[in-house]
T-cell receptor, first 111, second 112 residues
Framework: NAGVTQTPKFRVLKTGQSMTLLCAQD?????MYWYRQDPGMGLRLIHY???????AKGEVPDGYNVSRLKKQNFLLGLESAAPSQTSVYFC??????????FGAGTRLSVL | KQEVTQIPAALSVPEGENLVLNCSFT??????LQWFRQDPGKGLTSLLL?????REQTSGRLNASLDKSSGRSTLYIAASQPGDSATYLC???????????FGKGTHLIIQP
């Protein structure tokens, strides 16, 4: 039972490069979320999805895009990475009674 | 805008002590409250989930209470062990599909 799986686990980018972070869940959850975690700031919501084909902005959406083409997958894209996007990114899905399940995170450094 | 505050930010106690971690939130209109544990360099592990209609939840040595009207929750850890050392995060969910609003966590160290 994998739960929520994030790939890759680590990545180093140069400013201006692009990349996509993949989140996959095997619990058939409708709701999925992307957060970033920064020292002193806590976790903040970037984007979320309430089902296949839907996306919505969270607290800090600028510089990111998302897609939910399949129910089990939620992709987070950085079109032109900036040093301010250096962070740890977490994906989560929400199940029955509102319990949230988190992936192990992706550590991203933008140089 | 919901704001979540956790006190203390850090705590170091000898093994065996009972301890209380505090969480407060500004908007009492919450759907539920969840406590997580995060080990260094790792993801978040859900410890306890309290629905807005509930007063407390227990799991082993952990007990979480919720006073929605006053905007407070506490996580009680009984007979602390070195393996309890981690960062503990409190998060609240509003209604609908909105994500969680997190506190900044309590960094807990249990001394052997």
């Amino acid at each position: 039972n994998a739960g929520v799986t994030q790939t890759p686990k680590f990545r180093v980018l140069k400013t201006g490069q692009s990349m996509t972070l993949l989140c996959a869940q095997d619990m058939n959850h409708e709701y999925m979320y992307w957060y970033r975690q920064d020292p002193g700031m806590g976790l903040r919501l970037i984007h979320y999805s309430v089902g296949e084909g839907t996306t919505a902005k969270g607290e800090v959406p600028d510089g990111y895009n998302v897609s939910r083409l399949k129910k089990q997958n939620f992709l987070l894209g950085l079109e032109s990475a900036a040093p301010s996007q250096t962070s740890v990114y977490f994906c989560a899905s929400r199940g029955l009674a509102g319990r949230n399940y988190f992936g192990a995170g992706t550590r991203l450094s933008v140089l | 805008k919901q704001e979540v505050t956790q006190i203390p930010a850090a705590l170091s106690v000898p093994e065996g002590e009972n301890l209380v971690l505090n969480c407060s939130f500004t908007d009492s209109a919450i759907y539920n409250l969840q406590w997580f544990r995060q080990d260094p360099g790792k993801g978040l592990t859900s410890l306890l989930l309290i629905q807005s209609s509930q007063r407390e939840q227990t799991s082993g040595r952990l007990n979480a209470s919720l006073d929605k009207s006053s905007g407070r929750s506490t996580l009680y850890i009984a007979a602390s062990q070195p393996g309890d050392s981690a960062t503990y995060l409190c998060a609240v969910a509003g209604g609908g599909a909105d994500g969680l609003t997190f506190g900044k966590g309590t960094h807990l160290i249990i001394q052997p």
